[in-house]
């Protein structure tokens, strides 16, 4: 079974309204299911003819996570040289840190 991710799941009623539900769900079915679960026990489904309805499935993937040792990116900064375009971020992140210096 995949890893649970955020889903967010819409609807739009026969009287054009977007329902929004949010689930963490293992599948595009799972996340289907659990929602069209939630939305049948609501008060304004009960009318409504869901099967000609889709759901739209949204899946948010996990943000990628990096660290970075602070001493090396200090060293980074402080090379000189390299390709130009390292050379010219490397003299951006400079202007913007002598912009943004703390003030005592």
């Keep these: 079974m995949p890893e649970p991710r955020k889903c967010v799941v819409r609807l739009r009623d026969l009287e054009g309204v977007e329902h929004v539900v949010q689930v963490n769900a293992g599948s595009l079915y799972e996340a289907a299911c659990v929602t069209l679960h939630q939305f049948r026990s609501g008060e304004w489904s009960r009318q409504a003819a869901m099967e000609t309805m889709t759901l ?29 375009r390292e050379v010219a971020l490397r003299h951006k992140i400079r202007s913007l840190m002598k912009d943004h210096r703390p003030r005592g």
Excluded at 56 to 83: D, F, T
């Design 56 to 84: 739209q499935v949204e899946v948010w993937q996990p943000p990628p996570v990096y660290k970075i040792n602070v001493n090396n990116l200090e060293k980074w900064l402080a090379r000189g040289g390299g390709s130009p």
